[in-house]
């Protein structure tokens, strides 16, 4: 039995989705379970290289011929394109097929989905189990695409009260044969975590970036830049477009965290201001000592 | 002819600068080129460790004896501890001896040399010449020093006026012998520069880690923190009582690069706010640019 999986936006969130299960299923002994890649997307370039490089089996040019007989779709493209690409697919959507997605926020994809499948299609909605795997990389494009993406990844789904458990473990389960740790958040949550944990650290790294290249003697500091600036600034080396999405999706929680941080700046500077030299000592132990432990924790885990 | 260096502080900048000292003497075929290198320190403890490591080939416990037939001395202590031992060692100073140390902050060190060896030893202030090695790392401790820690890495002389030509030209040999590149600024430039990419970001990754880490759900948000987390604050596991005395030296210019940075994400905050698509991505892009053509060329230098 072939299953038939849909890839929309083949970059490297779909592309190393698709290597990753075509990767998993090579390695099972069992002639019957086949996977056939179809590609979809809004150009036609990156889908003729995916399939050049083998990521996927064939491109579909409508959605009437790519979800007929599908088992599951993939979502792979910036959160900001969700809403029409959902419009386009909801009334092709067989009732057996699954929809999940990648995007990086998740309450505005859940509401994507409501006005795409709510409106016209309302049974259709528990068919769409949202998730986001955490394995971003600042490199894009299917040429990044690699099948050990998700190896030992976390993937977070946020499930709405309408999907069958199920249709929840059937998506978990894709994800876990791409070799992904699955856990569960409702949308709501998963965007203040994430809002502090990626989306304020990007744009943190992205505006101290932006400052020093506007400066008259950008040239200089670049100059003196070390590996402890690299490494703080690989994430604005990011998608500009993808981030911009990502950041005005989750605007609400993200400002939050900015306002937050900005708070922790200011007790920083008073520190720093008054020579408070137990206090800034305190305040850098602190932080190392959390950031040591969790290092720990995760070696642990692996 | 064996060369006397000494090593004050050896941690893992005084003991790196050890071991590539040796390794490099070790390639030369010449048997006439011999070093030897005396650890001098605030606590036994780490001498012993170096002793026992091959770093360092003998402990000397006092500065007369340390500086004896001295040729050359590294100050490898954090700057919040130069003061006092510039104070201590300048008595015994030979008059051929050239002192350099390796303090991440210039103006504040020129200040110490100039209190240590101007007030009682005016003729002694030539003999030091400051400088900078770009090779930090979050590990310290002479367990993390190795030899090619300085391996293609920057080095920033900042000469005084009292300096002779031929002592910047010397301790300049020694870092390039180390497999440095060498350049030179003035004290404050110097300060001015690393306050922007390299005092900041560590403030600013302290500053996130601290913010998350002191809050009721920090577990859950440290539990979903991913690898542009762990990049972004790699620089907030350093060394907490070094940092402290590297922001305290260079407040001054650290205070306008912190007030610079609050303005940048003000605006950014504006951006986001007013929900300016554009404006953010350009915003980000231009970052994105900036720090691609830096790793670019430093990719073409290396």
Chains 1, 2 share one sequence.
Request: charged letters at 20%.
């Amino acid at each position: 039995m072939t299953s038939k999986v849909v890839v929309c936006g083949v970059g490297l969130i779909g592309g190393s989705f698709a290597l990753a299960i075509k990767s998993a299923l090579a390695s099972v002994a069992n002639e019957r379970q086949k996977v056939q890649i179809v590609g979809m997307g809004r150009t036609r370039a990156p889908l003729e290289q995916a399939l050049q490089l083998g990521v996927i089996d064939a491109i579909a040019t409508d959605w009437a011929s790519a979800l007929t007989g599908a088992d599951l779709v993939l979502l792979g493209m910036p959160v900001g394109q969700m809403a029409p690409v959902m419009a386009a697919m909801a009334p092709h959507l067989e009732a057996h097929t699954l929809v999940t997605d990648g995007g990086s926020t998740k309450a505005d994809v859940v509401a994507a989905a409501r006005a795409a499948f709510g409106a016209h299609f309302p049974s259709k909605i528990g068919q769409f189990v949202p998730g986001h795997p955490i394995a971003g990389a600042e490199k894009s494009g299917v040429a990044a695409a690699r099948a050990n993406l998700y190896l030992d990844k976390r993937v977070v789904l946020t499930p709405l009260p309408e999907n069958a458990p199920e249709a929840v473990r059937a998506v978990r389960t894709v994800w876990e044969i791409c070799g992904a740790k699955v856990s569960e958040l409702a949308p709501a949550e998963h965007d203040r975590v994430f809002a502090a944990v990626s989306h304020l650290p990007h744009l943190l790294a992205f505006a101290l970036v932006h400052d020093l290249a506007t400066r008259d003697n950008a040239d200089q500091l670049f100059g003196f830049a070390a590996s402890g600036f690299r490494d703080f600034t690989r994430i604005a080396s990011s998608h500009p477009e993808m981030w911009r999405d990502i950041c005005l999706a989750n605007r609400n929680a993200l400002l939050k965290e900015l306002d937050a941080y900005m708070m922790e700046l200011m007790k920083t500077r008073v520190l720093l201001a008054s020579a408070d030299s137990a206090g800034l000592e305190e305040m850098f132990d602190v932080a190392r000592t959390r950031r040591d432990a969790w290092l720990d924790a995760l070696e642990n885990a692996a």
